[in-house]
Nanobody, 120 residues
Framework: VQLQASGGGLVQAGGSLTLSCAAS????????MGWYRQAPGKQRELVAL???????NYADSVKGRFTISRDNTQNTAWLQMSSLKPEDTDVYYC???????????????WGKGTLVTVSS
C-alpha cells in the first residue's frame, strides 16, 4: 500500500490550496484518512480526519477554513485549505488506516510530506 500526496506549494496569505492523497495497492477498505502537519523541531499534529462514513474532525486552528473530503471509490482524500495564514506553513502528511486484502485489520500508512508555504 502506498499513499501519494500532492498539491503543496507557495501561496499568499488569504489564498487557497488543495492537497490530495491517493492510496494504491492491495486495498480492501480504508478506515480513516487524515492530514497532519509538522514544522521543523516540532511534533506532528493533527489537521483533519475523515472516517469512512464521512465523519470529520478538525484541529481548532483550522476549523472553518479547511475542509477534508474523500471518495471511497477512488481511495482518495482531499484537504481544501482556504483563508491560509503564514502559521499554516508546514510540511503536510497524509495518513490512512488501511485494511489490505491479505490482512483483516487496519494498518497506518503515511505518505511523503508535501510542503505548504504561506507568505505574508
Amino acid at each position: 500500500v502506498q499513499l501519494q500526496a500532492s498539491g503543496g506549494g507557495l501561496v499568499q496569505a488569504g489564498g487557497s490550496l488543495t492537497l490530495s492523497c491517493a492510496a494504491s495497492g492491495s486495498i480492501f477498505s480504508i478506515n480513516r484518512m487524515g492530514w497532519y502537519r509538522q514544522a521543523p523541531g516540532k511534533q506532528r499534529e493533527l489537521v483533519a480526519l475523515i472516517s469512512n462514513d464521512g465523519t470529520t474532525n478538525y484541529a481548532d486552528s483550522v476549523k472553518g477554513r479547511f475542509t477534508i473530503s474523500r471518495d471511497n471509490t477512488q481511495n482518495t482524500a482531499w484537504l481544501q485549505m482556504s483563508s491560509l495564514k503564514p502559521e499554516d506553513t508546514d510540511v503536510y502528511y497524509c495518513n490512512a488506516n488501511v485494511i489490505a486484502i491479505s490482512r483483516p485489520y487496519g494498518v497506518n500508512y503515511w505518505g511523503k510530506g508535501t510542503l505548504v508555504t504561506v507568505s505574508s
